[in-house]
């Protein structure tokens, strides 16, 4: 497995396989008004970093969006923090390191940024990416909870690197 920038040829791929990672989870319905952020591969691309990990014959395994602080696409990170956004690995790719893998990369290009921390919001029904998040020593960050509409409320996690 290879994580690198998505091409612009994979875009509306990669939307949609951030799309349907989601609704494979009933977090959200290809209808919904967060599908079309979701899909918006295009303007993430242009706005923050986008990567996806791609197999050795080119197959997209995942995906997930790195943004810093102020930026458009940024939801909680606070100055000196990163933000990792939309990791998104479909049913039939998990199980193989791949979120592990993208949600290191974040980390990662966090340090070389001179980031202090590694924020990000999920949903709290996404169990099994909150244990990997655990795993690999995020800790919640109860106080810093939000909630972008009145029916949806996120957690948030935090990875402290100093």
């Given at each position: ?5 998505a091409?612009p ?5 990669v ?6 990672a ?36 080119g ?10 602080p ?22 039939e790719?998990?199980?193989r ?17 001179g980031?202090?921390?590694v ?7 996404m ?28 957690i ?7």
């Amino acid at each position: 497995m290879r994580i690198r920038p998505a091409e612009p040829d994979e875009l509306a791929l990669v939307g949609e396989l951030t799309l349907a990672a989601y609704v494979a989870d009933g977090h959200t319905t290809v209808d919904d008004h967060y599908a079309d952020e979701l899909r918006a591969a295009d303007q993430r691309a242009q706005q923050a970093q986008l990567v996806v990990a791609a197999a050795p014959h080119g197959e997209l395994l995942g995906t997930v969006t790195f943004v810093l602080p102020g930026t458009p696409w940024a939801e909680v990170s606070r100055p000196g923090e990163a933000e990792f956004r939309m990791l998104a690995v479909p049913p039939e790719h998990r199980g193989r390191g791949v979120g592990s893998a993208l949600t290191q990369w974040c980390v990662d290009r966090a340090r070389e940024q001179g980031c202090t921390a590694v924020a990000l919001s999920t949903l709290p029904g996404m169990a099994t990416a909150h244990r990997m998040y655990e795993r690999m020593g995020f800790a919640r960050a109860p106080e810093r909870d939000w909630w972008p509409n009145p029916q949806v409320r996120l957690i948030v996690y935090l990875l402290d690197l100093v």
